[in-house]
């Protein structure tokens, strides 16, 4: 991890917990606040009980200078920073300076961290992800780095932790800022927090007295009323309060709560004695300073201003938080103790405790720290520190909750569609799930066009961004329940990005195939989730409190790493100067129009880049890693020569055997003898090509095409079909016409590999296509190697070849370019493949490593050597794959590629070479015959095995 903050994780007891303490009878600090209190004015002492919160929005000055008007008449005695830059933050606090003795005390809301309020840094995960790691003692190192930020900040004091018990799955304003529903968890877990705070005298607020756990309500909107037990209270919500009370905590905030069973009337705890007075002070014995909530809450709204302000003090409140307007205070407090309404020694009381609480600050909490260590420069680190244990939080606090043998998700994911179910995306979205996914992207608004399109979509990944219970960003039942019904015909994995407790309003979740939650909106977390969905790392969080039946507390699902991978990420990756220089010019000089170099070399992705377009036009679609090609005679090796393999292991097909054992129609005929070793080394004496789109054109054979449709026809291209008795009249040609000349040598030729499709077909009784999919390619999970590509992708994912002038007269996009091939219905033994990099490099990297790919066993080790081999003397070509060339002739691969390599060219622009001595993938794919095959520049300038050599040289120098 680059990152500058390590930690040590190991599990601290908390027999020895001190909070750093504020003695209340001590004698320095008692004739402090007595010096004060005999210089201070009535209105100076009322200002005193205000903490004033201010925000900064960018660029807004008049900020600055009604604050400093302000201070020329009224010095608050602290201030809570809201939201600003931490720039603006300095400018408050020299402003501040104007009030000299007493000083205004900063303080900040910052439960996640000084990124809570202050715009330029970062936030940490919120409690409840910290406990879904099952770690306390990140609690420790969670609150001592907050404490840390906070100190180099000059800010004593932090309004948190929350010891709120959330029994609530509904609840809108806690949620994931809980620790637990166990008030036992919370006090440990609490316990570290405050020791991590404490080590650099940071002072914790707990909150929010009596408890705000279990309420439906928002305090911020509305009254939340508590509605349990009292003993349940008493034993479960107080619980935490009354420990830490007894620890001497010295600094506690009411809740805006009203709980009738206990009180028996509806005032909110902030302005009722028997909650603050009665329980706390005096049944609790709590002597510390009671801050209220923030005043400007709607909690309060129904109560008259005065008497809300009156009655706050006089219920036991000692400091007021967030008031509209401060001088409106001082003058209602003014005049209550006037009218003797309150005691004036009790306002000087609460003042006191005030100046002793600064006193402690004033002398123990370095004050100037933000002039040094609130710069750039330390930002930067901080923030880095930040990540570094958001990264070791999220790692491990990431959910699986439910999981149909889904994840980890395995290569290849399909066609997937991401709905992104929230008002305003987060920016980073995107980027970061186009590292691992292919996707097209919807969001609410586009929920009819999806529904429009749900079945052209193997993958369905919802992300429902959860920022609190209240009820909106697309959150309601329509849409739930719309998800669910989705779910019951579909592949959905619900990813909640955020707060879990949304899980509560689903009503069959049990049909989703995967569901996760990150606790928090957050681009660490989500790019985690994606690594952990992928297998990249595993799922280890447990759910630390229950949501319902369904989704019980300590739920949390395992995953393993996916290991002998190859883990792909969206290009470009790697940087190899040479590679780049010769691909970039081969654009300029319109060798092709688009293009995908991969080399993977250790299972590791040395280099992979798209190049261009699918066309030369301006407006066409970018080559990106699930771009589709034609594979030419690739089709060879990937289909052909593995489904050999596998006959060949199972003992159904002799390599020395005549080809008509297989194709009983050849039986006495000449071709009928060829062997399938010599087919499958070019040295049957069978000629290059035949032509049979020309033998049987539409001209002289018209009954055997058609311009629509017929399940006796196969289709050719767009509006043309043809006749499937096609094969027995290519059979019939070869038998009269085709007298096979061993002794010319080797002649590379396709003729052998169309005959041996049928071959295969008869042994196996499926279709070519149908069985190196069910037998090879859904074996390692691979969808985009396929015949017929039109049938399962969309156009736009293909790259189009040629302008077929001759047999089609049409642009080929999606059918297959050799003519042979597209008489046979798009499906041969020689061409007709399609597949995109990656696929083939799982094939390929399946034969590097012995037949085995991600524990599937494929073929035996011997098989692969057998075919990837010399096979005949003076014959470079192993069985169905090229070889190096003998003697220092020339060569399809580069000079640097070792003997024990191998691979195959495609007519297309394409190619693959395997060197097991490097363990080196090699893949280059293009569609330079587009709009001609008559672009012959990248071989002319050899083009691919220059790239393969600036590969192999690169390896070679590193």
């Known amino acids: 991890m680059k990152k500058c903050f390590y930690l040590l994780i190991i599990f601290i007891t908390t027999n020895n917990f001190l909070i750093a303490q504020i003695d209340w009878n001590n004698r320095e600090a008692n004739l402090y606040a007595k010096h004060y209190l005999s210089k201070l004015s009535w209105d100076e002492k009322i200002a005193q009980l205000i903490f004033q919160g201010i925000r900064i929005d960018a660029n807004d000055t008049e ?31 020299d402003i501040a300076d104007k009030c000299g003795k007493p000083p205004i005390i900063f303080t900040m809301d910052g439960e996640w961290g000084l990124g809570m309020r202050f715009t330029n840094f970062k936030s940490l995960p919120r409690f409840m992800t910290v406990s879904a790691t099952g770690n306390d003692s990140l609690f420790y190192y969670y609150g001592n780095i907050i404490g840390k930020h906070f100190s180099l900040a000059s800010i004593p004091i932090n309004f948190t932790p929350i010891l709120d018990i959330n029994d609530q799955p509904l609840n809108p304003v806690i949620g994931t800022r809980a620790i637990s529903d166990d008030p036992l968890e919370v006090i440990k877990r609490a316990e570290l927090f405050i020791e991590g705070l404490n080590e ?12 705000h756990g279990n309420t439906i309500t928002d305090s911020h909107y509305n009254l939340p009323f508590l509605n349990m037990p009292i003993d349940v209270f008493k034993s479960k919500h107080l619980l935490p309060f009354t420990y830490f009370i007894n620890k001497n905590v010295p600094f506690l905030m009411v809740g805006h709560l009203s709980y009738p069973a206990y009180t028996h009337d509806s005032l909110p705890a902030t302005v009722n004695p028997i909650i603050t007075k009665n329980l706390l002070q005096d049944t609790l014995h709590f002597n510390g300073l009671v801050f209220s909530d923030a005043l400007n809450m709607k909690a309060l709204a129904q109560l008259p201003y005065d008497s809300m302000i009156i009655k706050a003090l006089q219920s036991g409140i000692d400091v007021l938080l967030l008031p509209d307007n401060p001088y409106k205070v001082v003058s209602i407090i003014k005049k209550a103790v006037k009218e003797k309404k309150i005691d004036s020694l009790e306002i000087e009381n609460k003042v006191k405790k005030i100046l002793i609480a600064k006193y402690f600050i004033i002398s123990e909490f370095p004050l100037n720290n933000y002039k040094h260590y609130l710069t750039d420069k330390y930002i930067n680190l901080y923030n880095n520190e930040i990540d570094s244990l958001s990264q070791i939080i999220y790692s491990k606090a990431i959910t699986l909750l439910k999981n149909d043998n889904a994840i980890p998700l395995k290569y290849d994911y399909g066609k997937v569609a991401m709905l992104n179910i929230v008002n305003n995306k987060p920016h980073y979205t995107d980027s970061i799930w186009s590292r691992y996914f292919y996707f097209d992207n919807y969001s609410l608004k586009d929920t009819t066009l999806l529904k429009n399109n749900l079945n052209n979509y193997d993958l369905f990944i919802v992300n429902l961004f959860v920022g609190s219970m209240n009820n909106n960003n697309g959150r309601d039942s329509l ?6 019904k989705l779910s019951n015909r579909h592949k959905i994995i619900l990813n909640i990005i955020g707060q879990p407790f949304i899980l509560a309003k689903f009503k069959n979740p049990d049909n989703f195939t995967a569901i996760t939650t990150t606790y928090d909106i957050d681009s660490i977390a989500i790019s985690m989730l994606a690594e952990k969905l992928v297998g990249n790392s595993t799922f280890e969080g447990k759910l630390p409190i229950a949501i319902n039946e369904y989704f019980y507390k300590g739920l949390g699902l395992h995953t393993n790493i996916l290991t002998n991978i190859i883990k792909f990420n969206n290009p470009p990756l790697g940087n190899i100067t040479a590679v780049d220089d010769i691909m970039q010019q081969a654009l300029i000089d319109s060798t092709f129009p688009g293009a995908v170099v991969l080399a993977i070399k250790d299972k590791q992705i040395i280099y992979y880049k798209t190049f261009g377009k699918q066309t030369y036009d301006t407006q066409a679609i970018k080559i990106n890693r699930y771009t589709l090609f034609d594979l030419a005679s690739l089709t060879k090796p990937l289909a052909t020569t593995l489904a050999i393999m596998k006959l060949y292991e199972e003992g159904k097909i002799d390599l020395q055997a005549p080809i008509y054992k297989y194709i009983p129609e050849l039986h006495n005929t000449n071709i009928g003898k060829i062997k399938i070793d010599r087919i499958m080394t070019h040295s049957a004496g069978l000629p290059p090509f035949i032509n049979f789109f020309e033998i049987y054109n539409p001209t002289k054979y018209p ?95 293909i790259a189009p070849t040629e302008y077929d002038s001759i047999f089609r007269k049409q642009l080929l996009w999606g059918y297959v370019h050799d003519g042979n091939a597209a008489l046979l219905g798009g499906i041969s033994g020689h061409a007709g493949l399609f597949g995109n990099a990656e696929s083939i490099a799982i094939i390929l990297q399946m034969l590097l490593d012995n037949g085995e790919y991600e524990g599937v066993k494929l073929f035996k080790p011997e098989t692969i050597q057998k075919f990837t081999s010399v096979y005949f003397d003076k014959n470079r070509r192993g069985l169905g794959f090229d ?29 693959f070479w395997v060197d097991p001595q490097y363990d080196l993938i090699y893949i280059f794919l293009s569609n330079r015959v587009y709009p001609t095959a008559n672009n012959t520049k990248i071989s002319k300038n050899s083009i691919r095995t220059k790239v393969q050599q600036a590969i192999y040289q690169s390896i070679i120098n590193n």
């Open 63 to 93: 900020v600055f200078k009604r604050f400093k008007n302000q201070l020329d008449t009224l010095c608050p005695g602290g201030i809570i920073l809201l939201r600003m830059s931490s720039q603006d933050y300095k400018k408050l606090i």
């Open 200 to 211: 650099y005298k940071v002072q914790p607020v707990i909150k929010h007295f009596p408890g």
């Open 479 to 484: 849409t739930i329940d719309w998800l669910e």
């Open 703 to 797: 009954e055997l095409y058609s311009k629509i449709p017929n399940t006796n026809y196969y289709q050719v291209a767009d509006s043309i079909f043809v006749n499937k008795t096609i094969k027995d009249s290519i059979i019939n040609y070869l038998k009269k016409n085709i007298t096979p000349n061993p002794n010319i040598g080797v002649v590379y030729s396709d003729i052998g590999f169309i005959l041996l499709r049928f071959a295969i077909e008869n042994i196996t009784k499926m279709r070519l296509d149908e069985y190196v999919s069910q037998n090879i390619y859904k074996s390692l999970n691979i969808k985009r190697l396929c015949y017929l590509p039109l049938n399962k992708f969309d156009k736009k994912e």
């Open 883 to 911: 070889k190096p060339a003998l003697n220092g002739l020339e060569s399809p691969a580069c000079e640097l590629a070792s003997p024990y390599s191998y691979g195959h060219y495609g007519f297309t622009g394409t190619m």
